[in-house]
């Protein structure tokens, strides 16, 4: 039977990781749990590419459609649209997704862990040779915008492919006429994605210590 691993989160570095997982043995079972109802398009995180981040993915980890690589010029991607593309590709290549669920129960000596639903279906149990736990790494709040000028100084700002602006900052100020509106827990936005690789290779490392063949 193929080891069956499950990521209790649909954090960019888990599916990173399950990539990593299946590069290495297509035969790996694996399944991401998310209480949001849809992976990726919503729920912005940092897409600012600092020197020698990109490319964060290889290419048959996206699918060939929803997703607008950096140019010339680019200084930041769209990260949920990443995330959807990234996403569409793992479950092309068998990931089960279990979204809108909650995690109600762990257990690490039963190897089980039981999922609630919404609605009629009210639990489920799923068995796992190896469980990946959500990592919350950081309580610092940036607040966040999508331009479409490139604001002053004051703002950490990226250009996305699409000609608008990516602007993060701290505390009461706000670019004008923003074309949306943001919120990310984290250290630097700009190290977000290059966190995210290294969050993955440490997700890996830990399962292989665990006896995780790949």
Same mark, same amino acid.
């Given at each position: 039977?193929?080891?069956?691993?499950?990521?209790?989160?649909c954090?960019?570095?888990?599916?990173?990781?399950a990539?990593?997982i299946l590069?290495?043995?297509?035969?790996?079972?694996?399944?991401?749990?998310?209480?949001?109802?849809?992976?990726?398009?919503?729920?912005?995180?940092?897409?600012?590419?600092?020197?020698?981040?990109?490319? #964060?993915?290889?290419?048959?980890w996206?699918?060939?459609t929803?997703?607008?690589h950096?140019?010339?010029?680019?200084?930041?991607?769209?990260?949920?649209?990443?995330?959807?593309?990234m996403? #569409?590709?793992? &479950?092309d290549?068998?990931?089960?997704?279990?979204?809108?669920?909650h995690?109600? +129960?762990?257990s690490?000596?039963?190897?089980?862990v039981?999922?609630?639903?919404?609605?009629?279906?009210?639990?489920?149990r799923?068995a796992?040779?190896?469980?990946?736990?959500?990592?919350?790494?950081?309580?610092?709040?940036?607040?966040? &915008?999508?331009?479409?000028?490139?604001?002053?100084e +004051?703002? #950490?700002?990226?250009?996305?492919?699409?000609?608008?602006?990516?602007v993060?900052?701290?505390?009461?100020?706000?670019?004008?006429?923003?074309?949306?509106?943001?919120?990310?827990?984290?250290?630097?936005?700009?190290? &977000?994605?290059?966190?995210?690789?290294?969050?993955?290779?440490?997700?890996?490392?830990?399962?292989?210590?665990?006896?995780?063949?790949?």
């Open positions: 039977m193929p080891d069956r691993i499950v990521f209790l989160d954090s960019l570095s888990s599916m990173i990781c990539h990593m590069d290495a043995s297509r035969d790996a079972d694996v399944h991401m749990v998310t209480d949001r109802f849809e992976v990726g398009m919503y729920g912005e995180a940092p897409g600012i590419i600092s020197e020698s981040v990109w490319p #964060i993915a290889r290419d048959h996206l699918s060939k929803g997703f607008n950096p140019g010339a010029g680019d200084t930041a991607i769209r990260s949920s649209w990443m995330k959807k593309s996403a #569409i590709s793992l &479950a290549r068998g990931a089960h997704f279990h979204t809108g669920t995690t109600t +129960e762990e690490t000596e039963g190897k089980e039981t999922l609630s639903y919404p609605g009629g279906k009210t639990t489920t799923i796992f040779d190896y469980l990946v736990v959500a990592n919350q790494l950081s309580d610092r709040v940036w607040r966040g &915008a999508v331009t479409t000028k490139r604001s002053s +004051e703002f #950490i700002t990226g250009r996305r492919p699409d000609g608008t602006y990516e993060w900052w701290e505390g009461g100020l706000q670019p004008q006429n923003p074309l949306q509106l943001m919120e990310w827990v984290g250290e630097d936005p700009r190290e &977000a994605l290059r966190e995210a690789v290294a969050l993955a290779a440490s997700k890996l490392s830990n399962l292989k210590k665990q006896g995780l063949s790949t």
